[in-house]
RNA sequence: GCCCAGGUGGCGUAAUUGGUAAACGCGAUAGACUGAGGCUCUAUGCCCUUUUUGGGCGUGCGGGUUCGAGUCCCGCCCUGGGCACCA
């Protein structure tokens, strides 16, 4: 009989399925693991080969840990509002909660033709109320606590999609979604205060077992940034403008002040001279985008605006220009300009006339600006200090005489969470125009989205639910009076930031989950899912995790413990799957041609887990006939009453090999373990005995379940596979008796003998030196040193 | 510019963490099987030398440490990813 996975693979599915083999169990007295996958987006696009590489590591994961004795929960759910539905639907004319729903059954297919161990009982879905009632009651916690504000801000704003975009969602000042270029607008959004928690979004780094790849990656992204502000009063004004800097150190340099084309003292600043040239220029950089300033403008462009501050520290005067290239949303958006010490500010003093006045010894100033740190010069009475200890002595004699002070600045931002879309989780909020911003009462929750049919944007700025009118118009909860909801919607990553936590108690009605089970089962053990979400969805939940810690719902102040990323699965021509470059692997197909087995077995060995890989259907098929040996051979050994004591050693090191490399997610190694075991056991079938066929199908069911299943069942077993032991490895047993001991002259590799394992190295050397080879080598020559390494080798220097 | 990875046969990659470089898979070539093709099996695997014997080179480049370096140190080059008028 031959290898036929289209005929097994799916009635194990479903024995598995039915057995309830794969439901973890609240309160278990076995030790709990929590294995997390991100739950998929259902897209129009259907499963990605890049889900399954995801999806099947951990799967054999999951496996594993169950063989060993634990309760593990290895969950999956939809994540399903936001933008790809809505367009999707806008473009079909399907609704997106049709579509969603055809989209889920969809995938559901797809994942379960793979054979994945997920508990399906309790499957989660963020569009359906019951869940997204506690997305809005966490808004509504975030809302009392401060931390949910409006605020009237420009915005990216995206002309195709007609929706405001947070800074994430915008690309190289494209749209991530459709790649149109941004503008902005003004709109009143509502915010979250993520920066409040930024110091504590790196610090508790150091307590969670994530790769630097990614703790580096969020540090980055939130940009903690020491420096000084320093005010700097304007003459003949009380206005102060205050300026963040991190080289505090070359304050005696400064020979203008900077600021943003939109920072609040603009208009006063600007005098009547001044006025034409100044607010024309501050006219052309609001119409020049974000994109032009960029690619344009090397040197830095500005415009006088007729005013001059003083400097802080020698009451010089200092002239104030605009310039486009200055942001106001970061450190006040305003910069003093030191023409010797920083490139950009050395090309605006060319430009403009402005003096270089060198503070900081080193370099060729007359050439280029000297950036590093140095000894302070011309600088007063500060002059000799070095770099560190000037900024440092600066601050401090600014600070003594209240004109500035040591601060910290970051580059994240407040996270935008309004969309003007349809197709998210309304946000539970009244306007009265008695009692102004009124928050929906825990009781009424869920506010639920109401079915409409036209759910197009508006393009006006606001959501498609200004306009169902007895859905808007409600009464006030505080004063009964006419009021209206709130229109805007949560963007997509606001059901992903705590879902995790409903698959603790999904069918809770009173709580986002009960927490006594939340105690039991967080923190996720391990949690794995693509390097792309390292900086929005993996910070935003965290974020929101210590929230709910601080209101005293979750238990610890990380979620994840552990977190990994899978690399991408490239097409086999080295670029990006997508559907115009009719490039893309469709999992179904590769299931129907070849099995599941063999896909998941392909996207473990086709190289490092956390590394891009481009498909190769020849990989595929290699994959496939190393199935159909191990097939065979399971099926011709199972009359061998005895296993050879080579097969025993081989296999008591794979089962050490595949416990080691697991853990580290080395999935390539493992399935090249297994191949080499196989190999060895084709050529010395008749020692291979049952037994042994036994533990290698065990060994081998975390990686490919279904054959191993059948396989077990084939051997007379009535019970699932999947109830077994993981077999445990005798280190002794991993030791060979014999090694081929090699023989080194100089470091040069010249003979291999077989020898006792245990050889001394006066056994070693005897042997080494009556070898016919060895001999020519030393002939004439005087034996300095011998340098023996027990098991592996002996180097004569000669 | 800054921060991460990485650079090994024709290709994807492996190397017990300083000890036999190329395991495993793919491809290619030759042979076996076949009427033929495919599948399968066996062998080969970079350069030089007269085939074997044997020897040399060899892990991006240049140095260094060491009995011994893909692995450690110093200096470069290149590729991929992330961030970026961030002051």
Redesign the pocket.
């Known amino acids: 009989m031959n290898y036929n996975p289209q005929e097994i693979e799916k009635k194990w599915q479903e024995y598995w399925e039915e057995n309830k083999l794969y439901q973890a169990e609240d309160f278990s007295k076995k030790p709990k693991k929590y294995i997390l996958i991100e739950f998929p987006y259902p897209s129009g696009a259907g499963l990605h080969v890049g889900h399954v590489r995801g999806y099947n590591s951990m799967d054999a994961i999951s496996r594993k840990y169950r063989l060993e004795g634990f309760n593990v929960l290895f969950p999956i759910g939809w994540d399903a509002f936001g933008l790809p539905t809505e367009n999707y639907a806008i473009k079909t004319g399907i609704h997106p909660k049709v579509a969603t729903e055809k989209n889920i059954a969809n995938y559901k297919r797809q994942i379960k033709n793979l054979g994945l161990s997920f508990d399906w009982s309790r499957e989660i879905n963020t569009t359906d109320p019951k869940y997204y009632k506690w997305t809005q009651w966490i808004f509504l916690k975030l809302f009392e606590k401060g931390l949910a504000y409006q605020s009237l801000l420009p915005i990216n704003w995206c002309p195709s999609c007609k929706i405001g975009l947070a800074?994430?969602e915008v690309?190289d000042n494209k749209c991530e979604r459709c790649g149109t270029q941004t503008t902005k607008k003004e709109i009143k959004q509502w915010m979250l205060k993520i920066t409040e928690y930024a110091d504590r979004l790196i610090e508790d780094l150091a307590g969670v077992d994530y790769s630097?790849?990614i703790k580096?990656?969020q540090i980055?992204?939130i940009?903690k940034?020491l420096?000084t502000e320093i005010d700097f009063k304007i003459n003949d004004s009380d206005e102060i403008i205050k300026v963040?800097?991190?080289?505090a150190d070359t304050i005696f340099g400064v020979k203008a002040i900077v600021i943003?084309p939109d920072h609040p003292l603009v208009k006063k600043l600007i005098t009547e001279e001044n006025k034409e040239k100044a607010e024309k220029y501050i006219e052309e950089s609001k119409k020049k985008s974000?994109f032009e300033?960029?690619k344009l403008?090397k040197v830095?462009t500005g415009v006088f605006t007729g005013s001059h501050c003083l400097n802080p520290v020698n009451n010089e005067k200092v002239p104030v220009w605009i310039g486009?290239?200055?942001?106001?949303?970061?450190?006040?958006?305003?910069?003093?300009v030191?023409p010797a010490h920083?490139y950009?500010d050395y090309e605006f003093a060319k430009k403009y006339e402005l003096e270089i006045k060198q503070v900081i010894s080193g370099g060729s100033i007359d050439k280029d600006a000297f950036t590093d740190y140095g000894t302070l010069i011309n600088s007063g009475e500060f002059n000799g200090l070095g770099s560190e200890k000037a900024i440092e002595e600066i601050a401090q004699w600014l600070e003594k005489k209240g004109l500035g002070r040591k601060t910290i600045?970051y580059?994240l931002r407040d996270w935008i969470f309004s969309r003007q879309h349809y197709w998210g989780e309304p946000i539970p909020i009244i306007h009265c125009p008695k009692c102004g911003v009124v928050p929906v009462p825990e009781k009424d929750l869920p506010v639920e989205l109401p079915y409409i049919e036209k759910y197009q944007p508006t393009g006006t700025g606001e959501s498609p639910l200004k306009n169902v009118k007895d859905w808007v118009n409600v009464k006030c909860p505080k004063c009964g009076g006419m009021a209206q909801r709130e229109t805007d919607t949560m963007p997509n990553w606001a059901g992903s930031n705590w879902y995790f936590i409903r698959y603790i108690d999904p069918k809770n009605n009173k709580e986002l989950a009960d927490s006594k089970k939340i105690k039991y089962w967080m923190q996720v053990d391990w949690y794995n899912g693509g390097?792309?979400h390292t900086?929005l969805h993996l910070l935003y939940s965290r974020f929101i995790y210590k929230f709910l810690f601080d209101i005293g719902v979750a238990p610890q102040l990380e979620p994840y413990q552990k977190r990994t990323s899978h690399g991408i699965v490239l097409a086999e021509d080295g670029r990006k799957m997508s559907k115009s470059f009719g490039n893309v692997i469709n999992p179904d197909d590769i299931v129907k041609e070849y099995g599941a087995d063999t896909l998941r077995l392909y996207e473990m060995?086709?190289?490092?887990f956390?590394?891009?890989?481009?498909w190769?259907d020849?990989?595929v098929?290699?994959?496939y006939?190393?199935l159909?040996?191990v097939w065979k051979l399971a099926l011709e050994s199972l009359e061998n009453e005895k296993t050879g004591s080579r097969i025993t050693k081989a296999l008591h090191k794979l089962n050490e090999k595949i416990d080691s490399d697991l853990e580290e997610m080395?999935f390539?190694?493992i399935?090249?373990a297994f191949?080499?075991f196989i190999?060895l056991a084709?050529?010395n079938k008749k020692e291979l005995g049952r037994d042994s066929v036994q533990k290698m199908l065990i060994l081998f069911s975390p990686f490919a379940p279904h054959i191993s299943e059948e396989l077990w069942k084939k051997m007379g077993h009535k019970k699932s596979i999947t109830l077994e032991k993981w077999p445990k490895y005798d280190p002794s047993l991993t030791k060979d008796e014999t090694?081929?001991l090699?023989i080194?002259i100089?470091?040069?590799?010249?003979d291999?003998i077989e020898a006792d394992a245990d050889i001394s190295e006066q056994e070693a050397k005897e042997l080494a030196i009556s070898r016919e080879?060895i001999k020519t080598?030393l002939r004439d020559k005087e034996i300095k040193?011998v340098?023996f390494?027990p098991r592996?080798?002996i180097?004569i220097?000669v």
């Open positions: 800074n994430e690309i630097d790849k580096a990656l980055n992204w940009g940034s420096g963040f800097t991190t080289r943003a974000d300033r960029e403008e830095k486009d290239y200055v942001i106001a949303a970061y450190g006040g958006g305003a910069v003093m030191v920083d950009r600045k580059k390097y792309e900086t060995f086709m190289g490092p956390d590394q891009s890989i481009s190769s020849k990989g098929k290699g994959v006939r190393f159909e040996r080395k390539n190694t399935i090249a191949m080499e190999n084709i050529v090694i081929f090699v080194q100089n470091g040069k590799v010249r291999r080879k080598w040193k340098i390494i592996k080798l180097n220097v």
